[in-house]
């Protein structure tokens, strides 16, 4: 780990009377205070390289070049030694990794403010909570999982907002994954990489988001959000979604159990899209595709590969959940996989919209999972059709709109009658679980329907 930060971005006047920061280190000029000084943390990162390894190589190039890169505390990871973890309780076993909370006693570093001054300067925060995720099968790492690594923090420093960072290491040789994301305005953080000494296994070290996810959630109370609050939800993940495609990239793998939740200092609800651990670039190829069926679009049914319209048509899914509180396909019966595969593809099974839902909203969401993926809006098309539904409910603006307002104060009333649902007694976790299919499968089913 970083052992100290031992410099100050100093707030000084300059010749012209107007507030400059400077390094205290080494004086040089900076242009933020919330700034590292780049040259000074270099040396700082290189010391400290000497006194830590994670016995892999290229892991621990990916994560000395991430601190030489740096420009902010929230821009780089760390190895983080196991014996740094205590209170490690077990949450969840997925697909692909294991989940444990712990409490990390250094804590991650952050850059605060000193009194009456607007000196910035760079500490840990002490004991926080934080998330383990145990990789399944990542014991064996090759050059091909650096390849892909430095590929994705190159989409970091191409796009310097601070907004989403994909760090992805992958191999096609083994079922390894050792990928995340990194959310900045959500915070929903990457701190650094450790190793469980017992199985050898790889982990992620990230934000514990407290809540759990969306599905579970909307399971436990589906009039939970408001119409309002449902709106904003979507917004904010669409522009999530939206950012991940304007880099060139597809999330593969976006169902509501893939979008975590936590509460703000505020108590707010602070959503956030999780698990891109199948990320990849949108000109991808796989002979295999990873996900939860009952989120996959018809087109990859059929064998074809994954896009941008496909992680569209799951965000319509996940629209219909926001309407309904309830697991997509909750009340279909039949558990044989490829009888569902059938009817998506050639009766075009979809979830019925539920009483009381916007005529506006549930075009929207059908248009997401129109059977042709050329046919479906693009992230920006949904997030600008999101954000006037929300300008059109308001009656201080312009853009006012007495239609829409009336079918959303219609919904919310319906909310508020609705109540409760039985959807836990109807729920089977296994359909929402991601798995690894080969895609000849698909193929094989496609030809059957269209005979």
Not at 348 to 354: D, F, G, N, W
Request: charged share 25%.
């Amino acid at each position: 780990m970083i052992p100290t930060i031992d410099f100050r971005i100093v707030a000084e006047e300059d010749d012209n009377g107007e507030q400059a920061y400077r390094c205290s280190k080494c004086k040089a000029d900076m242009n933020t205070r919330y700034y590292l000084c780049k040259k000074c943390f270099r040396e700082i990162a290189d010391n400290a390289s000497t006194t830590w390894t994670s016995e892999r190589h290229h892991i621990d190039e990916l994560i000395l070049n991430s601190q030489r890169d740096a420009d902010q505390v929230h821009q780089f990871i760390e190895w983080i030694p196991y014996d740094s973890f205590t209170n490690i309780e077990f949450v969840a076993m997925g697909g692909f990794a294991k989940v444990c909370k712990a409490s990390w006693k250094q804590g991650c570093w952050e850059c605060l403010t000193e009194d009456d001054t607007s000196t910035r300067y760079f500490k840990r925060r002490g004991s926080m909570e934080v998330a383990l995720k145990e990789q399944k099968n990542s014991v064996t790492l090759s050059v091909e999982y650096l390849k892909e690594a430095s590929m994705k923090l190159l989409f970091l420093n191409k796009n310097r907002q601070p907004y989403v960072l994909l760090i992805s290491i992958t191999s096609k040789q083994v079922a390894a994954y050792l990928k995340c994301e990194y959310r900045i305005f959500c915070d929903n953080r990457l701190y650094g990489l450790s190793v469980n000494p017992e199985t050898r296994q790889i982990i992620l070290v990230m934000r514990y988001m407290s809540g759990g996810d969306l599905r579970q959630l909307l399971m436990r109370n589906p009039a939970e959000f408001t119409w309002s609050e449902r709106i904003e939800q979507l917004c904010a993940l669409m522009k999530d979604l939206q950012t991940i495609h304007k880099a060139g990239f597809i999330h593969k793998d976006f169902h509501s159990g893939n979008v975590l939740w936590t509460h703000d200092n505020y108590q707010n609800y602070e959503l956030c899209i999780s698990d891109l651990g199948l990320s990849g670039p949108a000109n991808d190829k796989d002979d295999k595709v990873t996900g939860v069926v009952l989120y996959m679009a018809p087109e990859i049914l059929q064998g074809r590969p994954k896009s941008t319209a496909s992680d569209i048509y799951a965000f319509g899914v996940v629209m219909w959940e926001f309407s309904s509180g309830q697991p997509a396909f909750v009340d279909y019966k039949d558990d044989n996989i490829l009888v569902f595969k059938e009817k998506i593809i050639k009766d075009k099974l979809r979830p019925l919209p539920v009483d009381g839902t916007p005529d506006c909203y549930v075009n929207l969401m059908e248009r997401c999972w129109v059977a042709e993926p050329e046919d479906r809006p693009t992230a920006e098309e949904v997030l600008y059709t999101l954000l006037a539904f929300r300008e059109m409910n308001d009656k201080t603006l312009p853009t006012f709109n007495d239609t829409v307002f009336d079918q959303f104060e219609s919904a919310e009333e319906w909310r508020l009658l609705k109540g409760s649902s039985d959807s836990n007694e109807r729920f089977h976790h296994e359909r929402y679980t991601s798995t690894i299919i080969n895609t000849d499968d698909f193929i094989k089913t496609a030809e059957d329907v269209g005979q």
